[in-house]
């Protein structure tokens, strides 16, 4: 019969898992830090805590104990939005934006390897089918 999609998608996600979990090791990072980072690195270093939790889809709870590790590490720092009280801003560390830019040339090289020997049309193509995918399981 094969292998199905599903079961190829999940191996190829596993190994991708192993190898960015080696890589945050090294760094003493988890998953979800990295990913923080990958946020804030996104809206110029700084963003609220609630479009974190967007990003991140995951509770307040989980992302105040992310944010207050982290800025115990000094990577983070955070303060009140002046013009609206009710946000807290959380903003990168210079010490955070030099690491959030290994980790991104890092991940491009991964994406490098995922898709080396595709097409730009392929590759194009590859992520309109991914999309379609993800929103068909939602």
Wanted: hydrophobic content about 35%; glycine content about 4%; charged content about 35%.
């Amino acid at each position: 019969m094969g292998q199905t999609v599903g079961y190829l998608l999940k191996e190829i996600t596993d190994k991708i898992k192993v190898s960015a979990d080696a890589s945050f090791k090294l760094r003493n990072f988890t998953f979800s830090q990295a990913r923080l980072l990958e946020c804030l690195s996104d809206r110029e270093g700084r963003a609220t805590q609630k479009s974190i939790e967007e990003f991140l889809k995951v509770s307040h709870p989980t992302v105040v104990g992310l944010i207050s590790r982290m800025e115990k590490k000094g990577y983070l720092r955070c303060y009140q939005d002046e013009n609206d009280k009710r946000n807290k801003i959380v903003e990168m560390t210079e010490n955070a934006r030099l690491i959030a830019h290994e980790m991104q040339d890092e991940v491009a090289a991964q994406e490098a390897k995922l898709l080396k020997g595709l097409t730009k049309e392929e590759i194009e193509s590859l992520k309109r089918m991914l999309q379609m995918m993800y929103r068909n399981i939602q």
